[in-house]
């Protein structure tokens, strides 16, 4: 997902209609599109290693979020986007209003990239991350965590280039559970 570019590319025609109406010139009714932000990677392997340090930047913030204090969830949406940062908000927004208490961090154990745009403005990765030592408790002590929760969480992540930097914009439970 794109953030809003600070004119609309309606604007921008209106405007470019506008001059032309104020200086008799023709032009031509299209404007031409912003340029978009390309991603300053020189391979493949500078992208996926700046796609991984985000992910694994998000991971370590997610491990210092306290449920009870919603000011520890910004540097997680710091690193999100779109469809991503929506369930993480839904999802640490019910934490807070069911007052759950969080122990133990998620280890990402494994990075595999996948495929990107050959811009490199959006990359694809198949994240292992070992979930084993999480526990979350309700106010009366009951452990929310499901009984047959696998120790490794495995995801293939997207990321976009956006702001001079990558974020999370989607991320769905892999088909093939493998980490290897």
């Given at each position: 997902?794109?953030?809003?570019?600070?004119?609309?590319?309606?604007?921008?025609?209106?405007?470019?209609?506008?001059?032309?109406?104020?200086?008799?010139?023709t032009a031509d009714p299209?404007?031409?599109?912003?340029?978009?932000?390309?991603?300053?990677?020189?391979?493949?392997?500078?992208?996926?290693?700046?796609?991984?340090?985000?992910?694994?930047?998000?991971?370590?913030?997610?491990?210092?979020?306290?449920?009870?204090?919603?000011?520890?969830?910004?540097?997680?949406?710091?690193?999100?986007?779109?469809?991503?940062?929506?369930?993480?908000?839904?999802?640490?927004?019910?934490?807070?209003?069911?007052?759950?208490?969080?122990?133990?961090?998620?280890?990402?154990v494994a990075f595999h990239?996948?495929?990107?745009?050959?811009?490199?403005?959006?990359?694809?990765?198949?994240?292992?991350?070992?979930?084993?030592?999480?526990?979350?408790?309700?106010?009366?002590?009951?452990?929310?965590?499901?009984?047959?929760?696998?120790?490794?969480?495995?995801?293939?992540?997207?990321?976009?280039?956006?702001?001079?930097?990558?974020?999370?914009?989607?991320?769905?439970?892999?088909?093939?559970?493998?980490?290897?």
């Open positions: 997902m794109t953030r809003p570019h600070s004119l609309s590319t309606r604007a921008l025609a209106a405007l470019a209609v506008s001059l032309v109406l104020l200086t008799g010139c299209k404007p031409s599109p912003s340029p978009t932000p390309t991603p300053p990677f020189a391979s493949k392997k500078d992208a996926f290693a700046a796609a991984e340090a985000t992910y694994r930047a998000y991971n370590d913030a997610l491990n210092l979020v306290d449920p009870a204090d919603p000011a520890t969830f910004e540097a997680v949406f710091e690193r999100t986007t779109g469809d991503f940062q929506a369930v993480d908000r839904k999802n640490l927004s019910v934490m807070h209003a069911e007052e759950l208490t969080v122990s133990g961090a998620n280890t990402v990239p996948l495929r990107t745009t050959a811009t490199y403005d959006e990359v694809r990765a198949r994240i292992c991350v070992d979930v084993s030592s999480v526990q979350i408790v309700d106010a009366r002590g009951a452990s929310r965590v499901a009984q047959d929760r696998a120790p490794i969480y495995v995801a293939d992540v997207t990321f976009v280039w956006s702001d001079d930097a990558y974020l999370i914009s989607r991320a769905s439970k892999a088909d093939d559970s493998s980490c290897g």
